[in-house]
């Protein structure tokens, strides 16, 4: 079957050693980090459960402590340690840091390459493409260096791949319907799918984080009023009110009704933008084209390391 001219040849292309080595450290420093948070808040959950079971086993018959009493106890201590462990590793090592840190890198790596794909400027069209490649090389250790806090921290290994891929080097040649083709469907399609796709999973964890804190506040009233009519109060609202606390940290930590706001805005950008791809008819429109695409990823992407540095 014949293929359509404007079809690009290539699916994708393989980004730079340095994308690949902080989209790693990124992933790695996000999940070590929320698992830290889950893990304190579990462990708390558990010393608050603790407490209220070691609250209700009955003295030994000499008045002392019973058996039981006693591993609960030590239980209950252990539980409080480990947290505090979790604590200090997470103010220590700062996993955040480097999660956000590593993942502005790698968005500036990924941007940059897109720019040198499609020959948008500052990667424009020239005669000799090892120009535009010694640039590229050097732009990419402007980068390098100006994020050398988190540099320092991606692993030695990555540094052996290339830094400008024979891929990337084979979109570059494409002809100029074959680039467009290939931007409008793996950058642009690929990108706005991308957000609405996160945009609809953050709005449904939104819901579901809501309804859960709203059916535990209401538990905790009603318990709370069913032991003032009883004189005592239920040992189970210790626990449920950890619980809320965690779950209001947790909510905070993952910001999801400000990412709905974000994603959304962002994809409906990206689609005016995709709007605009028709007027691009020549190398110098499509060069605009992509820097304004490019432009909006670039500032969505400040605004979410923006937000993560207020964790």
């Not at 080595?21 to 558990?46: K, N, T």
């Not at 030994?60 to 006693?70: E, F, I, K």
């Not at 100029?176 to 793996?186: A, N, V």
């Not at 609809?200 to 009023?225: E, H, Q």
Request: charged share 20%.
């Amino acid at each position: 079957m014949a293929t359509d001219a404007s079809t690009s040849p290539i699916e994708s292309f393989d980004y730079p050693a340095i994308f690949v080595a902080a989209d790693l450290l990124s992933g790695h420093a996000q999940r070590l980090y929320l698992w830290l948070v889950r893990g304190e808040y579990l462990l708390l959950l558990s010393a608050a459960g603790l407490a209220c079971t070691l609250a209700e086993v009955p003295p030994a018959l000499d008045g002392t402590r019973s058996p039981a009493a006693v591993y609960l106890y030590v239980a209950y201590v252990f539980a409080f340690l480990v947290s505090l462990v979790l604590l200090l590793t997470r103010s220590l090592k700062k996993p955040e840091q480097d999660w956000y840190r590593a993942r502005a890198l790698a968005e500036s790596v990924k941007t940059s390459s897109w720019r040198y794909c499609m020959r948008a400027e500052p990667f424009g069209d020239v005669d000799r493409v090892a120009i535009r490649r010694a640039e590229f090389s050097s732009y990419l250790h402007t980068i390098l260096v100006n994020n050398r806090a988190v540099g320092e921290r991606l692993h030695p290994d990555a540094g052996m791949a290339d830094q400008i891929t024979a891929s990337m080097d084979k979109v570059r040649a494409l002809d100029f319907d074959q680039r467009k083709s290939f931007y409008l469907e793996h950058r642009i399609r690929e990108q706005r799918g991308w957000y609405t796709a996160k945009a609809r999973r953050s709005k449904m964890a939104s819901r579901w984080w809501f309804g859960l804190g709203v059916a535990t506040y209401g538990v905790i009233l009603l318990l709370v009023l069913a032991g003032f009519r009883e004189s005592r109060e239920s040992p189970v609202v210790g626990i449920l009110v950890v619980m809320a606390s965690s779950m209001l940290g947790w909510v905070q930590i993952r910001k999801h009704n400000e990412l709905v706001s974000s994603y959304t805005l962002t994809s409906h950008e990206i689609g005016i933008i995709q709007g605009k791809s028709q007027d691009a008819q020549d190398e110098k429109g499509f060069s605009a084209f992509v820097n304004d695409a490019e432009l909006a990823f670039s500032r969505e992407h400040t605004q979410w390391v923006a937000r993560g540095a207020s964790i």
